[in-house]
């Protein structure tokens, strides 16, 4: 404590982080003197330049999710960023028919929608955080210089408010200044023009972005002349897209939400919804009590898979809620395709013994190589994958029946299994129990990964994609009159080492904080810092706006929650869900500041100042007639016919042949059975497998809180869980101090003081949070095929701080 001031600010009204008249200790490093908070940044800024643990505090693993304190929280958070009164009034808008869209998960939305409120505790802090009465405006950049902001944590950098107007960090400069729009955009399209090969830029996209800003994106940096469209897809989900694909001829999911009241097993595989999708317990629910059967498969047990209260009906609130997992499979981390393997083959034994378990009909009219696939798991002896997962027997006995009774089946699955260097082979082994079902293209059955970012699917629909595509590209031309790059661009990964090796000058990023996404934290900062330019399209100040290109830019956007109006006119964007269903989103809070612009302005303005209003494409008309966008896309993009009427009469699904049963465009006209490979991380006895996990109190990178309150953990993000005999062996007693260290091709990478807390983890297994372990994730290394980092299954050691 001797190196801080130690300070008490007591709040006099309720817009501040803290409620009035709460006393707060704060601590300021004495060389900054930071004596006081202004008007606009009514929080205490942590600058400590240490790691403290005094408030750590840990209490036993919740038994359930949700219930009447996810209502508290979410109120509490609501209250504290927006006013309670504010708070509740746009709470009641969000995911409803006539209101916008979550900025938070994509899970999708029943078409019977609660009236007393369709969302979930962390849904309000997603809202909470993008309706924040906090700003960041030209006072604030003028008191903090970047030095200065860059020591804070992420969670601090995003209580600082909503940005205002469009800033620029000159070259050589420690402060942000402002700059008008048009100077800007000016700046960003001489910078442009200066490049040798519009390959030298990189331009990233997040997926809270719309499909009419996403599309239009996509189109300039094609006109632009590059495929260099990176997009967090890559980092999350790309192993889902890649592996089903290949297996059923489509990138995405096959079921929708009402297929989960009519599933007879649904088996949730390497993924934490009551976190990261808590909308979708209510789904769980409904199979529950609709008679089906839930199985969990993960490394730790999750409150939310536990038991739901739900907060809408009083036996959430006064009973005992609903148990929703019926067998849980504790697997070690990445050995999910051992696990999978084991079942099958004990499914393939009962369908040789006589029992038909197999939907052989469906197998011989709709897939092409189960031979091989049986030779497979003939070749696999049983103890080596019962050792290899960790499940005790008699529990996979307990799956392989429930599986083999019945057909109905869902698979689940979020990024515990697509961070990983097998990533696509975790998905096709999912897809292979599925096809010996016949689980796929009939209701109540198929596959559900869970997206993450609200239209990460949607970007990607509308041409947020660095690979070539000859039939889009054609019908670019053919609407637009250019001729498309015909060269693959780079992905996050590749992107993030060529800007590191100097072959990228100029980086942007709509939306995302793309510093603390990204793998190898370190790597990635000092590839930003090689560009001549970043540029920023954001709501919220973040991390990567301080680690930034030898000049910056950061054009503030309008948040999902608000109203976007031109000319005296309101306008809506669309989005699309996890499940394939295209809707409208139209914001109704009025915006933070007057000076901010929508993405697809941005985007436009950006277009203009670089190729003038000449030409094919209507940029400035597009910037005032959403209309005429979706009119392109529907141009451009299969099944989007009668785009803006249908997504007014409460949008539409897309085509999707996986859940039709039509798998005619594959080799041979029929789905896919594959042959996958076992884990194999090489590890010697002081070795650890760590995946990166988040808090209850965060979403992506963005931190609501320090609390996590489902596994127990307060107050505190700096913590890694550790099984107790792994703890006895290396003799660290619960809140020791360690420092996590990973080697990967001689490059030692440390993340320093991490706590240890004995938790329900497998022996040999770790987890902590990221971004604070993502330094820890090597950049060359990810998954095959898809390119993802393997985030969820880092090799590492564990030291003891002295």
Not at 185 to 198: A, K, N, T, V
Not at 346 to 358: K, T
Not at 612 to 619: A, E, L, R, Y
């Amino acid at each position: 404590m001797d190196t801080c001031d130690i300070g008490v600010l007591i709040c006099t009204d309720g817009f501040g982080l803290y409620p009035s008249g709460e006393a707060v200790v704060f601590f300021i490093l004495p060389d900054l003197k930071i004596k006081r908070m202004e008007k606009d940044f009514k929080r205490a800024l942590s600058i400590t330049g240490t790691i403290r643990f005094e408030d750590l505090k840990v209490t036993p693993r919740a038994e359930y999710a949700a219930g009447v304190p996810a209502v508290a929280v979410a109120l509490k958070h609501a209250r504290m960023e927006m006013g309670l009164f504010r708070g509740l009034k746009t709470l009641a808008h969000m995911n409803q028919k006539d209101g916008f869209d979550c900025p938070g998960c994509a899970w999708p939305d029943p078409d019977d929608r609660s009236q007393l409120g369709e969302y979930c505790e962390n849904g309000a802090k997603a809202l909470a955080e993008e309706a924040t009465l906090k700003r960041v405006d030209a006072d604030f950049f003028q008191r903090y210089s970047v030095e200065e902001l860059s020591k804070l944590t992420d969670y601090e950098i995003g209580k600082s408010g909503r940005l205002t107007q469009p800033f620029i960090l000159d070259k050589g400069s420690v402060h942000y200044r402002p700059i008008s729009w048009q100077e800007a955009f000016d700046r960003i399209g001489d910078h442009l023009r200066q490049l040798e090969s519009p390959d030298e830029a990189l331009f990233y996209t997040s997926g809270r972005s719309s499909n009419e800003a996403a599309f239009l994106y996509g189109l300039f940096v094609r006109a632009f002349g590059t495929n260099n469209m990176p997009d967090c897809s890559n980092m999350c989900h790309e192993s889902s897209g890649v592996a089903l694909t290949e297996t059923l001829g489509i990138g995405k999911g096959s079921v929708t939400l009402e297929d989960f009241g009519k599933a007879e097993v649904i088996m949730v595989i390497g993924q934490n919804p009551g976190t990261n999708h808590p909308r979708m317990l209510s789904a769980l629910q409904q199979c529950k009590e609709n008679g089906g059967k839930i199985i969990t498969a993960n490394p730790i047990p999750e409150a939310g898979l536990v038991r739901f209260k739900n907060p809408q009906e009083v036996k959430g609130v006064l009973g005992g809620g609903t148990v929703l997992t019926d067998i849980f499979l504790q697997v070690k981390i990445n050995q999910d395709v051992a696990l999978l393997k084991l079942i099958m083959k004990r499914l393939l034994a009962l369908e040789r013994s006589g029992r038909p378990v197999f939907d052989q009909e469906f197998i011989q009219e709709k897939t092409n190589g189960l031979e091989a696939l049986t030779k497979d798991l003939d070749s696999h002896d049983e103890s080596t994958l019962l050792a290899a997962c960790g499940v005790p027997s008699g529990k996979v006995d307990e799956a392989v029946e429930l599986l083999a009774s019945h057909q109905k089946i869902i698979i689940c699955w979020a990024m515990g299994l697509t961070q990983h260097k097998n990533g696509v082979d975790n998905i096709r082994e999912c897809v292979n129990l599925l096809l010996l079902k016949g689980s796929i293209g009939k209701e109540g059955a198929g596959t559900c990964p869970v997206r993450g970012h609200s239209n990460v699917q949607g970007d990607r629909t509308v041409g947020i994609v660095h690979h070539v595509s000859p039939s889009f590209n054609q019908a670019l031309k053919d609407t637009f009159g250019f001729d498309p790059p015909e060269k693959s661009g780079y992905d996050t990964v590749h992107g993030i080492q060529a800007m590191h090796a100097g072959k990228v000058k100029v980086f942007m990023g709509l939306g995302g904080n793309f510093v603390s996404a990204a793998s190898d934290t370190a790597y990635t900062a000092a590839a930003l810092q090689q560009c001549d330019l970043t540029v920023s399209i954001s709501t919220k100040l973040n991390r990567t706006h301080l680690i930034t290109g030898k000049t910056a830019i950061i054009l503030p956007t309008l948040g999902r929650s608000e109203q976007d109006v031109r000319e005296g006119v309101p306008r809506y964007v669309t989005v699309e869900n996890s499940m394939g269903k295209v809707h409208r989103s139209r914001g109704r809070l009025t915006p933070a500041s007057e000076q901010l612009r929508s993405e697809v302005d941005i985007v436009c303005g950006i277009a203009r100042a670089y190729f003038g209003d000449t030409g094919n494409i209507p940029w400035k008309a597009f910037s005032t007639n959403y209309d005429l966008i979706r009119e392109k896309i529907e141009a451009v993009v299969a099944g989007f016919e009668a785009y803006s009427k249908r997504s007014e009469a409460g949008g539409f699904y897309l085509p999707n042949n996986a859940r039709a049963g039509d798998f005619s465009k594959l080799p041979g006209g029929k789905a896919r059975f594959s042959i996958n490979r076992l884990a194999d991380h090489g590890l010697s006895q002081e070795d650890f497998v760590l995946m990166t996990i988040r808090s209850h109190d965060q979403f992506n990178t963005t931190i609501y809180g320090l609390d996590d309150r489902y596994r127990g953990i307060f107050n505190e993000r700096r913590v890694v869980f550790m099984n107790a005999l792994d703890m006895e062996k290396l003799k660290l007693q619960q809140e020791d101090v360690v420092d996590l260290v990973s080697r990967y091709d001689g490059v030692e990478r440390r993340a320093s003081q991490f706590k240890v807390i004995a938790y329900d983890i497998p022996m040999g297994n770790l987890a902590a949070y990221f971004p604070e372990t993502n330094m820890l994730v090597p950049i060359n290394h990810f998954a095959d095929k898809s390119h993802t980092p393997i985030s969820k299954s880092i090799v590492v050691r564990v030291l003891k701080c002295q």
